[in-house]
């Protein structure tokens, strides 16, 4: 199973919660769905414990229940919407909880619902809000569930049974499509140049920076550096930062000193402290 990127100071959870993930999404879900993933977690209840994560730039549905009845400011179970979070995502978790949830691509909630990604941005609320009554009926069906295997099929078909009238115009919205590719070279460790990418999209930086702002709720530019800050976390916790200038230089960054600066203002440690297990 795929190791969760960006998941902050990864060996004090591994006691603490289990993480799942689906990367198999079927045609047409696959449209607008990156992936399905899940978390169960457990902690004494005399240790608290905060899960951090550096989130990828999109959007989540989610359908979460916790022992204590409130996560992010809700009542749950409930299902909820996760906008882009900007800066690191920090959870103190209940004794124990579930969550069953679904990645939307970069945009992918957009072309689907015309959702405006910037005022969801840093932001958690009802799914009714985004999604309608509808989605309420398919909560309490995955809520009640335990099979997480079923859980998926459950959320699979609702966002099937959604998307199948809307199928033809996501398919063919040029903007989603260029933000879509975009996003894919973004990820790859190799790209740190923003005029680089746009031109391999085939587009200005300009138009680019347009579709993101409708479609991601972010720069592309910011998109980018949140990849490879992404990347340098998980190459210090795979212990491949020994040479921070080297780590530096290979992500784009102009010295140590400007990626000390981006680390620190995301992770709230310098890259030195993180690697020695220091929190904020």
Do not use: C
């Not at 902690?43 to 409130?70: C, K, M, W, Y």
């Not at 009542?75 to 920090?90: D, I, N, Q, T």
């Not at 939307?104 to 959702?115: E, I, R």
Request: glycine residues 10%.
């Amino acid at each position: 199973m795929p190791r969760a990127k960006g998941i902050l100071w990864p060996a004090e959870g591994q006691q603490v919660y289990d993480v799942g993930r689906e990367e198999s999404v079927p045609a047409p879900v696959s449209l607008v769905v990156r992936h399905l993933w899940n978390v169960r977690w457990r902690r004494p209840a005399d240790q608290p414990f905060a899960s951090s994560v550096v989130s990828n730039p999109i959007a989540h549905l989610t359908f979460e229940d916790a022992v204590g009845g409130r996560l992010h400011g809700h009542e749950v179970p409930a299902p909820l919407v996760h906008g882009l979070v900007s800066r690191v995502f920090s959870v103190e978790l209940p004794v124990a909880g579930r969550v069953t949830g679904v990645a939307f691509h970069p945009g992918g909630l957009t072309a689907l619902l015309g959702v405006g990604m910037r005022e969801l941005a840093d932001t958690v609320v009802p799914a009714t809000r985004v999604f309608g009554d509808g989605v309420g009926e398919v909560a309490r069906a995955v809520l009640a569930e335990p099979d997480e295997g079923a859980r998926r099929e459950i959320v699979l078909s609702y966002l099937g049974e959604l998307l199948g009238p809307q199928q033809d115009r996501v398919a063919g919205d040029p903007a989603y499509s260029v933000v879509r590719a975009a996003e894919d070279l973004m990820r790859q460790r190799d790209q740190v140049s923003l005029p680089g990418v746009a031109e391999q999209v085939s587009v200005s930086p300009r138009t680019l920076q347009r579709m993101f702002s409708q479609y991601v709720g972010a720069s592309p530019l910011w998109v980018l550096r949140r990849y490879r800050l992404q990347d340098a976390a998980s190459l210090i916790d795979a212990g491949e930062g020994g040479n921070l200038a080297d780590l530096a230089a290979s992500l784009g960054f102009a010295d140590q000193a400007h990626f000390t600066r981006a680390f620190t203002a995301l992770i709230g440690v310098p890259p030195s402290g993180y690697r020695a297990g220091a929190r904020p």
